[in-house]
């Protein structure tokens, strides 16, 4: 399983590097890139159907501050790769000869590498331990060097706040799920997602 894992992390820098040579993102949907808007648009899928779904107590207008700083940020990592957006482990099919292949590419656009990464090792279901997901963001480093010179622990560094945002929004999407649409797998996925926010 770990080396099915490395083969499929060694392949994601490919999709996101060469993918976006030459291409043209505004045949991207619902957005061309991943902005400011769409930064947003995923908080506050976590304010209204997380937070006030659950009837947690909080000031609004001080949250609304911490998005915008949250998105001014993240998009300081903003980059000119194809960002999948919706990289996990259930849009990996292997092929007969074992190698892995990807699905499911409608929300991807342009938009920082971090985010794939992080969509993939932080998936509220896999529960990968710290070691693992360190081995493969090493993995990931190493595969990356034909495009990108990443320093290891500066993108460790900046993957944290794409951790945080990413949680929120699986939270948002786990709320209109599970609290809201009363589905029983998001309502068990929950507790997963609030440990990978602590």
Request: contains cysteine.
């Amino acid at each position: 399983e770990k080396q099915l894992l490395r083969k499929t992390l060694r392949l994601l820098p490919a999709v996101q590097f060469a993918g976006a040579d030459g291409m043209d993102f505004s045949y991207c949907y619902p957005q061309a890139e991943f902005n400011s808007r769409s930064i947003l648009w995923d908080l506050n899928y976590f304010k209204y159907c997380f937070l006030k779904a659950t009837g947690m107590d909080f000031q609004e207008d001080r949250l609304e501050d911490d998005f915008q700083k949250m998105a001014d940020v993240l998009l300081r990592s903003s980059s000119a790769t194809f960002m999948y957006r919706d990289f996990q482990s259930r849009n990996v099919m292997l092929a007969s000869d074992g190698s892995p292949r990807f699905i499911d590419f409608q929300g991807g656009r342009r938009g920082p590498y971090h985010y794939d990464v992080v969509s993939f090792l932080w998936q509220a279901q896999a529960h990968y331990p710290d070691e693992l997901r360190d081995e493969l963001i090493d993995e990931y480093i190493r595969a990356s060097r034909p495009y990108i010179a990443l320093d290891g622990a500066e993108f460790r560094r900046e993957l944290k706040l794409f951790v945080l945002l990413r949680t929120l929004q699986v939270l948002g999407a786990y709320g209109l799920r599970g609290l809201v649409q009363r589905k029983a797998h998001f309502l068990q996925s929950i507790p997963s997602a609030i440990d990978n926010l602590r």
